[in-house]
């Protein structure tokens, strides 16, 4: 990852390891999140050209069950744009209905040092935006040691120019103890200016509870049904097993 990206995560960190000291008011509660993946996987599609990433989220819980939070990540697209990091700026609520939970979300990716041209072509011709918005509802369910969940996410100008977005998405999750469960989702893209596509996962995470935060382990097989000759060429879009170690603390 490029320094500029290690320096906005370093000023992140920095300011949420201050607001965390700070005892909870009726304003809500600060969360952090740190992470190191091995490959960043969006929908299936390596953002990270398949090489391990630092990751960060900062997560303001209010009340009333709204949220606001940053969400940080290298990023490795060798386009020739210096594009190294990506920040996502999230909110939403979650309404519970009928012992069910509705999460209504809003999302807004930015990269902050991808420049608007290839250096490999020059500045007169100017790619599409890697920026989107997209805005997403999530309902799940749990019955006892078993969660489902059903997702629908909308964007009206999907990243790098494909124009409007509609994916939807299935999950399970099953808890074999405390500390470990297992499970898995699929889903089913669909894009105005590039070939449909489904992507699917399924994996295990082992979670340890400190008396200072949560660390937790992740080991998921992730795939999609996209060609290497429709994934630029690359094999980003070939299956992976992603490992990802996390640690979580706030209040």
């Given at each position: 990852m490029a320094i500029s990206g290690r320096m906005v995560f370093a000023s992140l960190a920095s300011f949420f390891l201050f607001s965390v000291r700070a005892?909870?008011?009726?304003l809500g509660h600060f969360y952090v999140l740190l992470a190191v993946t091995t490959d960043d996987?969006?929908?299936?599609?390596?953002?990270?050209?398949?090489?391990?990433?630092?990751q960060g989220d900062l997560h303001w819980q209010m009340p009333d069950d709204f949220y606001l939070g940053v969400f940080g990540t290298g990023?490795?697209?060798r386009d020739g744009r210096n594009t190294s990091y990506e920040l996502d700026f999230y909110g939403g609520k979650h309404f519970q209905i009928g012992g069910s939970d509705l999460n209504l979300g809003l999302l807004y990716a930015t990269f902050p040092n991808s420049a608007g041209y290839a250096d490999y072509i020059g500045?007169?011709?100017v790619f599409p935006t890697y920026n989107f918005v997209e805005g997403s509802a999530e309902l799940s369910h749990s019955f006892g040691k078993l969660s489902l969940s059903g997702?629908?996410?909308m964007s009206p100008a999907y990243s790098s120019g494909v124009g409007p977005m509609w994916d939807t998405d299935a999950a399970a999750k099953y808890a074999l103890t405390d500390w470990l469960s297992v499970g898995g989702g699929i889903g089913h893209q669909w894009m105005e200016r590039i070939p449909n596509r489904m992507h699917w996962d399924?994996?295990?995470?082992a979670t340890w509870l400190t008396n200072f935060g949560r660390w937790q382990f992740d080991l998921r097989y992730q795939a999609t049904d996209v060609s290497r000759a429709n994934c630029y060429n690359t094999n980003w879009c070939a299956p992976a097993v992603v490992g990802t170690v996390s640690y979580a603390f706030g209040g």
């Open positions: 005892e909870a008011t009726d996987r969006y929908y299936g599609f390596s953002r990270s050209d398949r090489k391990p990433m630092i990023a490795r697209y500045p007169y011709y997702k629908l996410v399924f994996g295990a995470t």
